[in-house]
């Protein structure tokens, strides 16, 4: 809960810095987003977990005719491939702090754009590898590429709808990374500009 305070109030702050330094003939628009995805575990991951799902607070600033820089922070969690004898109680779950930008081809009713994003995951886990039960909390470089389309429903509120590639290094001595494919649909609403 205090990472998500935290989050905030830097974005509001940033929000209200940058938002003056902008130009008169650029419009500027600041959103808040709340997505749910559903995430496909694919590579060596998907022997272990195959699928998952989550969920992500995002602010994002549109400060050009195209571009958007985005604060992200959310939950997800994986369940283990049945296949697999882990024991009790198998858990992994990722805490994502990620920021990255956004190109928008049009930035009207349906407005289609591409991300990348980057950051860190605190990630939890607790399994078996090789007969050996690990019970973690550690942090791991992430990033994420995707496409998505925004659609304003009204002047405030829209919808977000995206697909991304997630790849998540977990151990950089072993091909070993949380990779996945990422759909979502989220709730979009606008807090200054237009």
């Known amino acids: 809960m205090k990472i998500i305070l935290i989050f905030t109030v830097v974005s509001l702050c940033y929000s209200g810095v940058y938002g003056q330094s902008i130009p008169n003939e650029v419009s500027s628009e600041s959103f808040i987003t709340l997505n749910g995805s559903a995430i496909s575990s694919i590579g060596h991951f998907e022997e272990d977990w195959n699928k998952g799902g989550g969920f992500f607070l995002n602010y994002s600033n549109v400060y050009s005719n195209h571009w958007a820089l985005v604060f992200q922070i959310g939950f997800m969690k994986f369940k283990h491939n049945a296949e697999q004898d882990f024991g009790e109680d198998p858990k992994f779950t990722a805490i994502p702090l990620q920021v990255g930008g956004r190109y928008y081809f049009l930035l009207d009713m349906f407005r289609p754009y591409m991300l990348a994003m980057s950051g860190v995951n605190i990630v939890s886990q607790k399994y078996s590898i090789e007969g050996v039960a690990v019970d973690t909390t550690s942090s791991h470089l992430n990033f994420q590429i995707g496409v998505g389309v925004d659609i304003m429903l009204f002047s405030q509120l ?3 709808l995206h697909a991304n590639y997630n790849s998540h290094l977990l151990d950089p001595t072993e091909p070993y990374n949380m990779t996945g494919l990422e759909y979502g649909v989220g ?8």
Not at 187 to 194: P, Q, T
């Open 187 to 194: 709730i979009k609403w606008r807090i200054s500009g237009e």
């Open 158 to 160: 829209g919808l977000d």
